[in-house]
Nanobody
Framework: QVQLQESGPGLVKPSQTLSLTCTVS??????????WSWIRQPPGKGLEWMGL???????YYNPSLKSRTSISRDTSKDQFSLQLSSVTPEDTAVYYC??????????????WGQGTQVTVSS
């Protein structure tokens, strides 16, 4: 069964770049039927989809975050990563990686990583 795990620093200073990595086990990130996605949840708020990466390595981003977001992959390590530049305290959130499945009725998010807390503070 496919499992995902986020890793990276839990504290980032304002104006710096947030960088997280998602490690996928139980399958290949390039050979499965999943797209790979990043989602976050700020304190007291709902989930916010950030973007996903396609099988060919191209990525699509939430327009509100596109200018600051980059998603990439390393197929040799079965990993994909998130970089969010110029962070502010509003970027403080629990960050999740997740697989995205395509079915006849639309998109389904899962499996999910456990999430990792990232705090932006000086």
């Amino acid at each position: 069964q496919v499992q995902l795990q986020e890793s990276g620093p839990g504290l980032v200073k304002p104006s710096q770049t947030l960088s997280l990595t998602c490690t996928v086990s139980g399958g290949s990130i390039s050979g499965s039927y999943y797209f790979w996605s990043w989602i976050r949840q700020p304190p007291g708020k709902g989930l916010e989809w950030m973007g996903l990466i396609y099988h060919d390595g191209s990525a699509y981003y939430n327009p509100s975050l596109k200018s600051r977001t980059s998603i990439s992959r390393d197929t040799s390590k079965d990993q994909f990563s998130l970089q969010l530049s110029s962070v502010t305290p509003e970027d403080t959130a629990v960050y999740y990686c997740a697989g995205v499945s395509v079915y006849g009725l639309g998109l389904h998010f899962g499996p999910w990583g456990q999430g990792t807390q990232v705090t932006v503070s000086s």
